[in-house]
């Protein structure tokens, strides 16, 4: 059964209804599964299971204390980029041990907090800052353990602002350069470089882009031992897909087949880092009506009290979310995809928009959807990653509640930001 589904004409997260949610907490809200959230990583886990693969949980996909607890208890490591999400692992009963940092502009502050706290490894991105690493390593009287992140240039044929292996973007370390780091190696006398990293960019339909890059950094990896630096974990990030619109989409076994043979080839330790897969459908945004509005021109807007900055991915990617009311008679599309919401009979076809004063402020264009009217429920799906965490306060709207829900019951994981909220640490000079 899937975790969020309609019986009786109202959708249901688990065992409860997402209007006796709303009806206590307002909207817009964000509502979490805890046993989506655990499906989605045993699924993982199984797939990788014959290797043993650490899974360290993306925290920027949804970085609320209690999902990154539940995951923890689960026995999941965190993949953080930043001081601010490892300060979020650490609170959440992370175990430093299974930590992992990348990211390409770590400052020596933040440098310093993980060595401090003896994580895991640094997934590192440039030269400058494995000088920085070994330099703060020194001071502090450790060694550090260092992947290379490596740029393979691959397309993962995901959206340009989401793809990160390419020659052109800003991430990893591309191979020639890699090398030379290879060749100066042992002068990073407070360093040991024992992991190849690599993360394509995300969401990725196919193994495809996965095995490329594993053909090129099998030969890198060959390289490295040649030259003595014994490398023994594979971390091949994240960037697993989910289905945005119902269609069927890859599984995690259909990238353990092909991903796996790389791996025991380079008799390597596997380190895979997902986000979207584990919280992607495991959380919906769920706003209300606030007005219905057409122009003269025949075109129907829907108002929404969920905004650009509840949810950025759509203004951010044009990303597709399929979206119905919480209370219907009419069945969801089991498949709903850009180009299939035509207008059919008693639909209408809509703009869903929020309130905030910027065009791109729009969840859903031409949309088919059954009539609502003010007040009615929207159920945004497959917000539970890059949702909350990408939310922002702009426009002065306080930032969202967000629920988490087990079987028959749910809890409030965070609190609805209030006016003060908005204006606390500033001074009014
Ligand atoms: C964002 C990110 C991930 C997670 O990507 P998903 O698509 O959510 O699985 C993994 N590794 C790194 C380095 C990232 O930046």
Redesign the pocket.
């Known amino acids: 059964m899937d975790a969020f589904h309609y019986d009786g004409n109202t959708l249901y997260c688990e065992r409860v209804k997402i209007k006796d949610i709303v009806s206590e907490t307002g909207t817009p809200v964000y509502i979490y599964s805890k046993n989506a959230i655990l499906t989605r990583f045993n699924e993982l886990k199984t797939a990788f299971q014959e290797v043993d693969a650490t899974i360290c949980f993306?925290v920027?996909?949804n970085s609320n204390l209690s999902v990154c607890k539940i995951l923890a208890d689960e026995g999941s490591g965190f993949?953080v980029?930043s001081g601010g999400e490892l300060f979020r692992a650490l609170k959440a009963g992370g175990k430093p041990s299974k930590i992992v940092f990348?990211g390409v502009g770590k400052t020596d502050k933040e440098i310093q907090y993980a060595l401090e706290n003896d994580i895991f490894m640094f997934?590192v991105e440039s030269i400058a800052e494995i000088e920085h690493i070994n330099a703060a390593a020194c001071r502090a009287g450790k060694t550090a353990k260092v992947a290379l992140r490596i740029n393979p240039d691959i397309d993962a044929k995901t959206h340009a602002k989401t793809t990160?292996g390419k020659k052109e973007n800003k991430f990893g370390i591309d191979l020639i350069v890699a090398e030379t780091i290879i060749e100066k190696a042992k002068a990073y006398t407070n360093v040991t470089i024992c992991g190849i990293h690599v993360?394509l960019g995300?969401?990725i339909y196919s193994a495809d882009p996965y095995v490329n890059a594993l053909k090129k950094i099998t030969m890198f990896m060959e390289k490295c031992r040649n030259a003595g630096i014994n490398i023994q974990y594979l971390n091949i990030?994240?960037?697993?897909c989910i289905s945005y619109t119902g269609e069927k989409v890859i599984e995690p076994k259909d990238y353990s087949t092909q991903i796996l043979p790389f791996a025991k080839e380079m008799k390597c330790r596997v380190i895979m880092?997902?986000?979207?897969?584990i919280t992607g459908n495991s959380g919906i945004l769920v706003t209300s009506v606030i007005y219905n509005k057409q122009n003269s021109h025949g075109k129907k807007f829907v108002i929404c009290d969920a905004a650009m900055n509840d949810l950025l991915r759509p203004a951010l990617y044009d990303a597709f979310h399929r979206i119905w009311p919480v209370n219907t008679s009419v069945a969801m599309p089991d498949v709903e995809t850009p180009d299939t919401s035509v207008a059919k009979q008693g639909m209408d076809l809509v703009d869903i928009v929020g309130p905030v004063c910027e065009s791109s402020d729009v969840f859903a264009k031409d949309r088919a959807i059954p009539p609502v009217n003010e007040g009615d429920l929207l159920a945004i799906f497959s917000a539970g990653?890059y949702g909350f965490t990408m939310s922002s306060s702009y426009n002065s709207r306080p930032r969202s509640c967000e629920i988490l829900v087990d079987r028959d019951k749910y809890i409030v994981i965070r609190k609805r930001e209030t006016y003060e909220d908005l204006i606390a640490g500033e001074e009014l000079v």
């Open positions: 993306s920027k996909s993949d980029v990348a997934n990160t993360h995300s969401p990030g994240g960037g697993y880092e997902p986000g979207r897969f990653a």
